[in-house]
């Protein structure tokens, strides 16, 4: 969108937020680079420049504006609707991978060479990876500076820093403000942040409208004992990160989510947030979704009604598959039940003073290792089971936000017991396709009798071509005329 710029300008003037992530505008008097929202006054339209990343700005020359914190703006929604090369790139460098990793690792995870990504990032994002993962550690240690009360040297650190000289020399590059300028400067906000010993709080941006209602009922209702809960309002559940553990709780509020980590290696914060925003779909562009399926008339009072929808993710896509096999052809309830005794067998204790969570899900290759005799299931469910984990286990499917959607699909449609639904919801909630549909489900066909829609499958999927390339929140809004407890905040 950055080239557009008579579109640009307009959204500048406007100061429309809904662009906010989309592309910055750089100010080649002030040095200075904005989200499109800024309250500050318009600077001059021959002194707009715009690019499409903040990592592009930083490389360039320009500063963060203050006012505006642009480095805090939800990310581009496109990186997460599309799956060719570059999106997966995106996706893989805000998981931390360049940093764990560095490009030779990036570029093999998505096999091209290290010259081949470096060209089409730059392409496309107006820098490379290292940029792009340098801005990311620059935006991790603002939160750390001005959410927490860590020395320094252990921001540096958690923020993915090699050194300290270079965590001071790239936050007064990236900021105009030291460090410690930067705390000081913050002490107000961060004062309404609420301060609980071991935990950092921290709020999560996202693009307006958004409808909690589904998304944090599914994540509650289905919520496998141990591993998640509903608690005090926020949606907590354990995670199995690179360095180490921890507890998350995500609370939605109207302007922002609230959320408070609890890690056992600060260096897995920003893999963390990212995993976070993953789940709760924030950077999905909530406007361009809603225009698309208001344009079926049948579509649009369910739009209107509550728009916003956003799709329940997940934060780990191997533990999803393996809950979606556990909830072939079972009520919610029970595929809790099945999960809740895998997790208590073989998932890994963790502490949480906080709450009631007690184990992270039990890992493909932990699950690999038992004895399917002990799986009370069908034997042909038990069969479907035990080649996915073994599958999982051996690295023969990767499953993930680098996944190419429609190989993945394949290779799950080659599985002893997976049908189109099995694999489109782990196409919709592990792989994060925005366009994955379920015209099999029984919620989806009752929706759509209901409302007028063809309910047999091959005919509602040709009615739906025109919804494309957003059916997975067409279907949120069909499951949302049912009166299931995934449509409901938990009281």
Known sequence: ????????????????????????????????????????????????????????????????????????????????????????????????????????????????????????????????????????????????????????????????????????????????????????????????????????????????????????????????????????????????????????????????????????DLRDLTIAISRCRWMLDLDADPEAVDEQLRSDPLLAPLVDKSPGRRVPRTVDAAEFAV?????????????????????????????DPLGGLTHLFPSPQALAALDPESLAMPRTRRTTFTTLVAALADGSLPLGIDSDWEAARAQLSALPGFGPWTTEIIAMRALGDPDAFLPSDLGVRRAAQGLGLPSTPSALTARAAAWRPWRAYAVQYLWATDDHAINHLPA
């Open 1 to 264: 969108m950055h080239t557009d710029t008579e579109r640009c300008v307009r959204a500048v003037q406007s100061k429309d937020a809904r662009f906010d992530g989309w592309f910055f505008t750089a100010v080649l008097t002030t040095r200075i680079y904005c989200r499109p929202s800024c309250p500050a006054v318009p600077p001059k339209v021959e002194n707009m420049t715009f690019l499409p990343s903040a990592a592009a700005c930083q490389q360039a020359g320009f500063r963060a504006c203050k006012r505006c914190r642009p480095d805090t703006s939800p990310g581009s929604p496109e990186w997460n609707a599309r799956a060719d090369a570059v999106a997966r790139a995106v996706r893989l460098i805000q998981d931390g991978v360049v940093d764990r990793e560095g490009v030779p690792g990036l570029a093999t995870r998505l096999g091209y060479s290290t010259r081949q990504v470096e060209r089409q990032l730059s392409a496309e994002l107006g820098a490379g990876p290292l940029a792009l993962a340098r801005a990311q550690r620059a935006q991790t240690a603002r939160l750390l500076i001005e959410t927490s009360e860590l020395p320094m040297a252990d921001v540096a650190f958690a923020a993915g820093f090699s050194s300290i000289r270079t965590f001071n020399d790239t936050v007064r590059e990236v900021f105009a403000l030291s460090p410690s300028e930067l705390r000081q400067r913050s002490g107000k906000a961060d004062a309404r942040l609420p301060r609980i010993p071991g935990t950092i709080s921290l709020r999560l941006p996202f693009r307006a409208p958004l409808t909690p209602d589904n998304l944090f009922g599914h994540l509650a209702a289905t919520a496998v004992p141990g591993v998640e809960e509903w608690r005090d309002g926020a949606y907590r559940r354990t995670l199995r990160l690179p360095y180490g553990t921890g507890v998350v709780a995500l609370t939605p509020q109207p302007d922002h989510i609230g959320c408070r980590l609890a890690l056992t």
């Open 323 to 351: 809950r979606a096999v556990l909830g072939q052809q079972v009520s919610t309830a029970a595929a809790r039940t099945h999960a809740a005794r895998l997790v208590t067998a073989h998932g890994e204790p963790v502490e």
